[in-house]
């Protein structure tokens, strides 16, 4: 019977920090659907983790990434959320830079100026069948390497032919892994989500479990078959595909404590059913309100660890296996210095391929 992680992981700045960099640092997180990068000089900026990064679409049509990260006095280069621009200008003291990341001028500086090199902090870009994400310290395997048979799994959906549909998140008070484990599992469905339980065979909800993702499944009560995908990817994304429409969603650390959920919906004409609208909000609705609690009682100090279920749990099981290996993983190469991205040279970034 496994045992679960112990409460402590669950809280506390200092463990938050160990995430970031053995966790999110090291993954392919997804920032952008494509069309928001379809022209050149568009960018998407963002927070992952903590960590600022904009992705733009270069006059050569590649991707590029950044970290949105002034490297004079940490200044932010564009305000989050998409936009244009030919070039990035400091908004703290002005100092412009190229769309690769060059330093173009430091405006008024003085002499001497700048050291040679002086650049943006590169992070990875890559697209995927329409779904932009990043790397932030570049140690990742290639994007669709890393997707494996994830990927596999929805090839024979027309993911490229869908388009936004609408945006619509929740913040919670709970950790990230709070709500991530309550995703992986069905166990708790007939308790907390009653309008599901009465429209899909309980009994039968399955989760298969692969070395980084997981499958949902479930057959509606009427008897007929679903057609889509339910998936969960390491370590914080959702995507639901079906042959007319696709939702992704999210789970954002916001710190210890505190998680974004995103949700984005997809579909052919653009237009969003407002019955899966309803549904995701009434279901995330009864989670946050069990995920909460829960945390409340990890923080409480009573519970220190618990076991898990090898029929429903697996999903579970598997993500918090996947939490200790990136830990210790992590931890050895870098002995306790943090996420690789921090610990360029002190004084500029490296440049890029360095």
């Not at 609690?293 to 898990?308: D, I, S, T």
Request: a negative charge; proline letters at 6%.
């Amino acid at each position: 019977m496994a045992t679960t992680l112990p409460a402590s992981l669950y809280r506390g700045d200092e463990q938050y920090e160990r995430e970031r960099a053995s966790v999110f640092s090291p993954s392919w997180l997804y920032v952008a659907h494509e069309s928001e990068l379809s022209a050149a000089g568009s960018y998407v900026a963002t927070v992952r983790a903590g960590f600022p990064v904009l992705v733009s679409r270069g006059a050569d049509g590649t991707l590029r990434g950044f970290h949105n990260v002034c490297p004079h006095r940490a200044g932010p280069l564009v305000h989050d959320g998409a936009g244009t621009a030919s070039s990035f200008v400091c908004r703290y003291h002005g100092w412009v830079f190229e769309p690769d990341g060059a330093l173009r001028g430091a405006r008024d500086f003085g002499e001497p100026g700048p050291a040679e090199g002086c650049r943006l902090w590169d992070v990875q870009a890559a697209a995927w069948r329409g779904l932009v994400f990043v790397n932030l310290d570049g140690s990742a395997p290639p994007l669709l390497e890393s997707l494996g048979t994830f990927a596999d799994e929805v090839g024979g959906f027309d993911l490229e032919g869908f388009v936004p549909a609408g945006t619509w998140s929740h913040d919670l008070e709970c950790n990230w892994k709070t709500y991530a484990e309550n995703y992986l599992e069905g166990y708790h469905i007939p308790l907390v989500h009653r309008e599901l339980a009465r429209s899909i065979d309980v009994a039968r909800y399955e989760v298969e479990v692969h070395e980084n993702w997981v499958l949902h499944r479930a057959p509606p009560k009427d008897g007929t078959v679903l057609d889509g995908r339910w998936l969960w990817r390491w370590p914080n994304l959702a995507l639901n595909v079906y042959d007319d429409a696709m939702n992704l969603e999210q789970f954002l650390p916001l710190g210890p404590d505190r998680t974004r959920v995103a949700y984005q919906y997809f579909s052919r004409d653009g237009t969003l059913d407002e019955d899966v609208s309803r549904l995701s909000k009434l279901l995330l609705d009864e989670d946050a309100a069990i995920c909460e609690a829960v945390q409340r009682n990890l923080n409480a100090g009573v519970y220190g660890h618990g076991v898990l279920s090898e029929r429903h749990e697996g999903g579970v099981a598997r993500f918090q296996d996947l939490v200790r290996a990136a830990s210790a993983s992590r931890g050895a190469a870098d002995g306790g210095l943090g996420p690789r991205s921090s610990r360029v040279s002190a004084r500029w970034p490296r440049p890029r391929g360095a």
